[in-house]
């Protein structure tokens, strides 16, 4: 097997060199992906596709590059495998921060969403982060943040893999030495589970999440707007337009942010009347969860679910967080060819992003009516637990 040598150009970090195979011993994933694609090493870490299956016609793909799902694969209401997920198809498009960003499938951290003008107060004590979108910082920062961080691979079975890393005190500006992990499990019940801790040396904030593009028709080619949204809250939290919570906790009762009773998501999309869609050109929203009571989330209840009528597979979303992101693709249509040669429309797919609130940082601090329990913060001794469901079906 041969190996070459790319030296990656701006925003992975100085000196990071990627070594990549270029050959294949020809077995594919269900999904499609070579792993000879994924199989480097980058700043010294050894990178590598990691299949999942559970013998019931799942399969996920991870790498352990920014500790991603890659591909999903379930069955549709033919029995047909379908990937349900939008990515790369090798490393080298997901490590190119230049030509092809993007945050498909990452395990995000370690603040993931938004902090407002970058700034971070703990313990009385205001910290300077990495602004990377307006001013703002998104996702932990940079292009240094956790989804471009190659983790370990451990406790790696047939069925599940748990990827783990050492985020050292003043990465990005974040205050703490923060050991992480993300466990991904496929189940039997044709679930991805996935369960996020932490640990800290130092009091810091933390917020992980998985960011994985759901398109459930079979067809990334084409727009999702027909699939169907349901959305357990009965408030969301608007946001200016720059994204940022503006402090409100809204009712969605008249709006287009109401999906309590599930509809297509093209019904509401266009709605350029309401101020909400029109500064997103979409749905980029946290919604504040009714499986959220009185400071603990019931992950046995149903918080989303997303519903292809065109192959029938259905998703249910799971998750102990206050909050959830959801997010249309709004960035999409850029050109960039992405697995099997797709170039994704706008529209395309949707991210469920649970979470702590965005900004919470900046409203928990400042005692922010609605805010008060989405704490951000963790203390050493303390372990920081956030769990994430997803559950395939036919209907």
Not at 4 to 14: C, M, R, T
Not at 64 to 89: E, I, Q
Not at 200 to 225: A, C, R, W
Not at 341 to 353: A, D, L, W
Request: hydrophobic letters at 30%.
């Amino acid at each position: 097997m041969s190996n070459f040598k790319v030296l990656l150009l701006g925003g992975i970090a100085s000196g990071m060199m990627l070594l990549s195979a270029c050959s294949s011993n020809g077995k594919l994933t269900e999904s499609g992906l070579d792993p000879a694609r994924f199989d480097s090493t980058i700043n010294g870490k050894k990178v590598q596709l990691v299949t999942l299956t559970n013998g019931k016609g799942m399969e996920v793909c991870l790498t352990n590059y920014g500790g991603r799902v890659v591909s999903l694969c379930v069955p549709d209401r033919n029995g047909k495998p379908t990937d349900v997920v939008l990515g790369y198809d090798n490393l080298r498009q997901y490590a190119d921060t230049i030509h092809s960003p993007s945050d498909f499938g990452a395990s995000v951290g370690r603040y993931a969403n938004r902090i407002q003008r970058a700034r971070l107060t703990v313990a009385g004590k205001s910290y300077q982060l990495r602004p990377n979108d307006n001013g703002n910082c998104l996702h932990g920062g940079g292009n240094t943040g956790w989804i471009h961080q190659v983790y370990s691979i451990e406790n790696q079975n047939d069925s599940s893999v748990t990827f783990s890393l050492t985020a050292p005190n003043g990465e990005n500006g974040f205050p703490g030495t923060v050991k992480a992990t993300a466990t991904y499990t496929v189940t039997a019940q044709n679930t991805l589970d996935i369960v996020f801790k932490a640990t800290t040396d130092q009091e810091t904030v933390i917020n992980m999440t998985n960011h994985s593009y759901f398109n459930l028709n079979g067809d990334p080619s084409k727009v999702g707007t027909d699939e169907v949204l349901y959305i357990n809250a009965d408030k969301f939290t608007p946001s200016d337009k720059l994204y940022i919570p503006t402090g409100e906790i809204r009712d969605v009762t008249g709006t287009p942010m109401d999906f309590r009773k599930p509809h297509a998501i093209a019904e509401t999309i266009k709605d350029t009347t309401y101020d909400q869609i029109a500064n997103a050109t979409g749905y980029d929203h946290n919604w504040c969860l009714n499986t959220f009571k009185g400071g603990n989330g019931d992950d046995t209840k149903v918080a989303a679910s997303l519903y292809s009528p065109k192959t029938g597979i259905f998703m249910e979303v799971y998750t102990n967080e206050p909050g959830i992101q959801i997010y249309t693709g709004n960035f999409q249509g850029t050109g960039v060819v992405c697995k099997h040669g797709i170039q994704y429309p706008k529209h395309v797919s949707v991210c469920f992003e649970s979470q702590k609130y965005p900004d919470s940082p900046t409203k928990y601090t400042a005692k922010t009516p609605g805010w008060e329990h989405s704490n951000p913060y963790i203390k050493p001794g303390q372990e920081y637990y956030s769990h994430l469901a997803y559950h395939f079906s036919n209907k």
